[in-house]
T-cell receptor, first 112, second 116 residues
Framework: KQEVTQIPAALSVPEGENLVLNCSFTDSAIYNLQWFRQDPGKGLTSLLLIQSSQREQTSGRLNASLDKSSGRSTLYIAASQPGDSATYLCAVSNSGYSTLTFGKGTMLLVSP | GAGVSQSPSNKVTEKGKDVELRCDPISGHTALYWYRQSLGQGLEFLIYFQGNSAPDKSGLPSDRFSAERTGGSVSTLTIQRTQQEDSAVYLC??????????????FGPGTRLTVL
């Protein structure tokens, strides 16, 4: 059974810092990996999707990497802003038609 | 265009009552998913619909939970004889599954269910 772990569970940084969120998964035979953002009381917003054949994806100040063989992914946020404050969730799919297995998330607080 | 919508946004019910939660997916999306997010827990898969295929019900926690999707669009998740442990946020997501099977799931805002 696939299990996804995210470290740290919570992170507090001052505005402007670069930061890294970590995600690990137990079954390396994944199809793709996604990073989501969840704001309080709201649904999830997809940030980046990495196919199993890819090593990284970039969107603006966000960069996600994938090391499938070691079962790890990182989400790098450059020049953090207070608006980045949210819970970040990592999720993996084990086949093209399978559902997602989620980690419990990292709660990020960026202080002005 | 409109995203995934869910109703109600909040539902408070008494233990033992039945509840129905509704999801309107993005128009044209063939796949629809239900997840549950309990306090302190990650998102837990419940059920998955893809086109006219039989749904994947492997995530439903008990036979008190059921879901249907009418006309390949709107879906209703029904919980019978609700228990306090059913209290959670129920999230619906949809995605386009055509020839390209790898896609992004778009989530609704969720329904917060509280069972007293």
């Amino acid at each position: 059974k696939q299990e996804v772990t995210q470290i740290p569970a919570a992170l507090s940084v001052p505005e402007g810092e670069n930061l890294v969120l970590n995600c690990s998964f137990t079954d390396s035979a994944i199809y793709n990996l996604q990073w989501f953002r969840q704001d309080p009381g709201k649904g999830l917003t997809s940030l980046l999707l990495i196919q199993s054949s890819q090593r990284e994806q970039t969107s603006g100040r966000l960069n996600a990497s994938l090391d499938k063989s070691s079962g790890r992914s990182t989400l790098y946020i450059a020049a953090s802003q207070p608006g980045d404050s949210a819970t970040y969730l990592c999720a993996v799919s084990n086949s093209g038609y399978s559902t997602l297995t989620f980690g419990k998330g990292t709660m990020l607080l960026v202080s002005p | 265009g409109a995203g995934v919508s869910q109703s109600p946004s909040n539902k408070v019910t008494e233990k033992g009552k039945d509840v129905e939660l509704r999801c309107d997916p993005i128009s044209g999306h063939t796949a629809l998913y239900w997840y549950r997010q309990s306090l302190g827990q990650g998102l837990e898969f419940l059920i998955y619909f893809q086109g006219n295929s039989a749904p994947d019900k492997s995530g439903l926690p008990s036979d008190r939970f059921s879901a249907e999707r009418t006309g390949g669009s709107v879906s209703t998740l029904t919980i019978q004889r609700t228990q306090q442990e059913d209290s959670a946020v129920y999230l619906c997501a949809s995605s386009f599954r055509g020839r390209e099977v790898t896609d992004t799931q778009y989530f609704g805002p969720g329904t917060r269910l509280t069972v007293l």
